[in-house]
């Protein structure tokens, strides 16, 4: 008997300790599995959908099943890729995304998902959402109109920076991220630039002022290499 | 120097091309292919073009579309198209998902329009244009898809000159045309 344990994710034999979920083992073996409100530093969320997976032929997602040893894992599957582009494309129809006017397009973890999917049209009927942007702040623009609700700034407000800055409010279709203030101003808040929620938003919605174009369009991170390249790389640097 | 398909084609394919509510920047970007627009010449003909000035389409092989549909004579155009074309190709954000004209959608029509043309210094006070020679304005900017079938899409603001190249050459010879990393972009 081996010393360790595996499970299979596509065929292939995936080593891991116990307590991590498939996906941390997954990116720890450089595999990739497609995620967007994931972050290692964080509890799991679930929400986002993309890291569906089967786990011994049922649905799961990767982000929150435990890895066990002698599972059998599909992801890298034309079924669940055409799934995570249907949640991409429902995702882009739901707010504003239009990549060329956004100066968060290169860096963006959406845009990046869509090209790795190659997802080439949004397809579903445009929500066109108007909700005001709160620029009230001095170092901190937010478009509220590009938020995907991943929670990724309201849990790293209240879990690393303890301030409790961000909260979902609302219910199904009416969801959306509130600012914990009697305005309701991000300006109102004790916010700030060094905050960890200030640099956490996978997309355009949390945007520190005054850096927009500092890299310019064509050389930002997922411009040169694929969010699947740059997750497998990291793993090769850390093993 | 680049490669073309063999010569015992038996005709040219036939392209129409138009901008709708775009800024022509997908045909500049067409352009952008440079010499090897020599190698398309081979392969194929131009029908409704701002390339060839005609205007009305004619039966052809593929028709690109630039740009989303904001008036009315976008929808006729489009339609012309459509029924014109075998293969109906969205080139650009615009076409895609209406891209930037899109971002009047969230605000009403009739307010956007008094306050460009009247909402204006002193001295400059004008009205909205109402020469029935205009194309009327839709009160939504509307990606392509919303108004016809559409076979491919080519996102990018815009598609890259070798992004162009790669869908065109991939459909006239008859490959399944694909983008990838680092030729899929949506900026």
Redesign the interface.
């Known amino acids: 008997m081996s010393d360790y344990e595996t499970f299979l994710l596509d065929g292939r034999p995936v080593r891991f300790e116990r307590g991590q979920t498939i996906l941390e083992a997954a990116l720890a073996a450089g595999h990739y599995i497609p995620n967007l409100c994931h972050h290692p530093e964080f509890k799991p969320h679930g929400s986002c959908k993309l890291c569906t997976i089967k786990v011994n032929g049922r649905y799961g997602s990767a982000c929150t099943v435990k890895a066990m040893p002698g599972q059998e894992v599909s992801s890298d599957t034309p079924e669940l890729n055409g799934n995570r582009r249907v949640l991409l494309q429902m995702l882009f129809v739901e707010g504003s995304h239009f990549c060329p006017g956004c100066e968060k397009s290169g860096n963006c973890a959406l845009q990046a998902l869509a090209y790795d999917l190659e997802m080439l049209t949004p397809h579903y009927a445009h929500f066109y959402p108007s909700r005001p942007l709160d620029a009230s702040h001095p170092d901190v623009l937010i478009d509220f109109n590009r938020c995907i609700m991943c929670e990724l700034c309201v849990r790293a407000s209240r879990e690393v920076d303890g301030k409790n800055v961000f909260a979902l409010a609302g219910r199904g279709v009416a969801s959306h991220v509130v600012v914990n203030s009697p305005s309701g101003k991000l300006a109102d808040t004790d916010f700030a630039l060094t905050d960890k929620a200030a640099h956490i938003c996978p997309v355009g919605a949390i945007l520190p002022k005054r850096v927009g174009f500092a890299v310019p369009i064509g050389s930002r991170t997922y411009d040169v290499d694929a969010i699947s390249t740059l997750a497998e790389r990291r793993a090769t640097e850390e093993a | 120097m680049f490669h073309v398909a063999p010569t015992t084609r038996k005709r040219k394919v036939r392209i129409a091309t138009t901008s709708l509510s775009g800024c022509f920047g997908c045909h500049m970007s067409l352009l952008d292919i440079d010499e090897r627009l020599l190698a398309l010449a081979e392969l194929v003909e131009f029908d409704r073009s701002p390339i060839t000035d005609i205007k009305h389409c004619g039966p052809c092989d593929i028709a690109i579309v630039e740009g989303g549909v904001c008036n009315a004579e976008n929808v006729h155009v489009l339609r012309e198209l459509r029924a014109n074309a075998k293969v109906l190709v969205?080139l650009g954000?615009c076409a895609?998902?209406?891209?930037?004209p899109?971002?009047r959608?969230?605000?009403d029509v009739g307010e956007c329009l008094t306050r460009v043309y009247t909402h204006r210094s002193e001295g400059m006070k004008g009205s909205v244009p109402s020469d029935p020679e205009l194309p009327l304005l839709l009160d939504?900017v509307h990606?392509i898809?919303?108004v016809v079938r559409?076979d491919?899409?080519?996102?990018g603001?815009p598609p890259s000159g070798d992004a162009i190249w790669k869908y065109l050459t991939d459909l006239i010879d008859g490959r399944i045309p694909?983008?990838?990393?680092?030729m899929?972009?949506?900026?």
């Open positions: 969205a954000a895609v998902n209406g891209g930037l899109a971002q959608n969230h605000l939504k990606p898809n919303e559409v491919y899409f080519v996102p603001c694909r983008l990838e990393h680092p899929l972009r949506f900026d």
